[in-house]
């Protein structure tokens, strides 16, 4: 039996509807610049207009972005919070008291796109590159039992045979300062991979998991080592791998691991090339300079993800909707598919 889907009103915003149009067409996908370019290019006003509401809204995505992590900050100081400019936040998380982190990726209003139950006692979920943990929490709040896995260390992630770890390094700390000296003068930079990996995965979890008083389980594991006994139990009635296949060059191996420790749903969310219909194919993105400091690499198109997911024993394999949200402070938005991958007869 199917279990009712997320019907919290909530979480039944569609973002996409609601985004002005100005920002859909400056933000959007190729079909729609190509369309608004083509009348634009008609007329000078326009290509003016369309300039100025082009930097007028990414400098307000970035000012308020800026006003959130100050105001944020602020409230954890008084909570005693320190070294909370160091701190990076993955996901916009709400906290007790109104407090809300200033994540980059905020999906509190979408998260009913991504198909799971409103309720979800007595359901047991793995969510697998957990970050600052908002899926684990959300899931947690709908009754679900938890487990967050994480990846040991920085070490860990995947690199090309050859590639330095140090520049690696770099390209993740210009991720988590995104906000120019200038505007953000206190934030450290040239971290450590141990106070890196403390800032950027640790310790904002950990915050978060104080303050809701949550009681998820965290496991260190690479996606690849997943097993039944490293988890200790048969295996999960819902997993979720949300935007981690892209960081693996394995990906069917990451693939196979998570098929062993679902026992119900393995949903993944990430984006996907092409259109549902093309043959099953898998794009490649980690460019083709070596020692390139590329944190993506593969991204396999629907039919891909289908036919191996089928191959794995998942019975039935859908496409249940699609995410779109703006990253923070870069403005720009972002999209995501979601798959439901169900073994037989399962919910
Ligand atoms: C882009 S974030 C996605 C966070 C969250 N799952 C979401 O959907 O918003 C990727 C996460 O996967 C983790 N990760 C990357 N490679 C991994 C691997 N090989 N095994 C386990 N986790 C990995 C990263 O540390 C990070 O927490």
Same mark, same amino acid.
């Given at each position: 039996m199917m279990a009712p889907m997320d019907t919290d009103?909530?979480?039944s915003i569609p973002v996409p509807a609601k985004l002005p149009i100005w920002l859909r067409w400056m933000n959007g996908?190729? %079909?729609?610049r190509r369309s608004v370019l083509r009348l634009a290019a008609r007329s000078r006003t326009l290509r003016?207009? %369309?300039? $100025?509401?082009?930097s007028i809204d990414t400098a307000s995505v970035a000012k308020h972005y800026a006003a959130e992590v100050d105001r944020f900050n602020a409230q954890m100081r008084s909570l005693g919070v320190r070294d909370i400019e160091r701190y990076y936040w993955y996901h916009v998380v709400d906290l007790p008291g109104g407090i809300t982190t200033p994540g980059m990726y905020d999906y509190r209003g979408t998260v009913g796109c @991504?198909? @799971?139950?409103?309720?979800?006692?007595?359901t047991s979920v793995l969510d697998v590159g957990s970050a600052t943990g908002f899926f684990a929490f959300e899931f947690e709040r709908r009754g679900a039992e938890v487990v967050a896995v994480e990846l040991p260390g920085l070490d860990q992630l995947d690199r090309f045979p050859g590639q330095d770890t140090g520049v690696l390094l770099r390209k993740i700390e210009r991720m988590m300062t995104p906000l120019p000296a200038d505007k953000a003068p206190g934030l450290p930079r040239g971290y450590s991979a141990e106070e890196m990996y403390y800032y950027l995965l640790e310790a904002p979890f950990q915050l978060c998991c104080r303050l809701?008083?949550?009681?998820? /389980?965290?496991? @260190?594991?690479s996606v690849y080592e997943l097993s039944p006994q490293r988890l200790g139990r048969a295996g999960f009635d819902v997993v979720f791998a949300g935007d981690i296949l892209v960081h693996t060059l394995r990906p069917f191996d990451a693939l196979t691991a998570l098929a062993g420790v679902c026992a119900g749903t393995l949903v993944i969310a990430q984006a996907i090339p092409g259109s549902p219909s093309d043959p099953p194919a898998?794009?490649?993105e980690g460019g083709e300079t070596p020692g390139d400091d590329c944190i993506s690499w593969w991204l396999p198109n629907e039919q891909c993800f289908k036919q191996l997911l089928r191959k794995l024993g998942f019975a039935e394999v859908v496409a249940?909707?699609? $995410? /779109?949200?703006?990253h923070?402070?870069?403005g720009n938005i972002f999209s995501r598919r979601i798959l439901h991958a169900k073994r037989v007869g399962t919910a």
């Open positions: 009103p909530r979480y996908g190729p %079909a729609w003016r207009l %369309a300039r $100025h509401v082009q @991504f198909g @799971f139950p409103a309720d979800m006692r007595g809701l008083g949550s009681r998820v /389980e965290r496991r @260190f594991s898998m794009l490649y249940v909707g699609n $995410h /779109e949200g703006i923070r402070p870069a």
